[in-house]
C-alpha cells in the first residue's frame, strides 16, 4: 500500500475534468491553492505559540540547571 501514483492521479484529473469541465478547472486549482495557503497559514498561527512556550521551558530549565551545578560547585568549595 503506497502513495498515490501516476495512474491514480491521472484518473483524478479525468474525473475532475468531466465533472467541472476545462472552463472551470483553473478556478477550482485557484480555489484549492487559496485554501491551502489559509490552511498553511493557520496552522503556523497554531504552531509559533507552541514553538515559543517549549524555547521558554527549555531556557528555563538549562537557566535551573547552571544554578543547580553553580550552588553544587559552592558547596563543594
Known amino acids: 500500500?503506497?502513495?498515490?501514483?501516476?495512474?491514480?492521479?491521472?484518473?483524478?484529473?479525468?474525473i475532475v475534468m468531466i465533472l467541472f469541465g476545462a472552463k472551470k478547472l483553473p478556478e477550482f486549482a485557484r480555489g484549492m491553492g487559496q485554501a491551502l495557503k489559509?490552511?498553511?497559514?493557520?496552522?503556523?498561527?497554531?504552531?509559533e505559540p507552541i514553538t515559543e512556550v517549549k524555547?521558554?521551558?527549555?531556557?528555563?530549565t538549562e537557566?535551573?540547571?547552571?544554578?543547580?551545578?553553580?550552588?553544587e560547585h559552592h558547596v563543594e568549595s
Open 1 to 14: 500500500m503506497g502513495g498515490i501514483g501516476f495512474s491514480e492521479l491521472l484518473l483524478i484529473f479525468v
Open 38 to 47: 489559509e490552511f498553511r497559514k493557520a496552522a503556523r498561527e497554531v504552531e
Open 55 to 60: 524555547s521558554a521551558i527549555k531556557e528555563e
Open 63 to 71: 537557566d535551573k540547571e547552571l544554578v543547580e551545578k553553580t550552588e
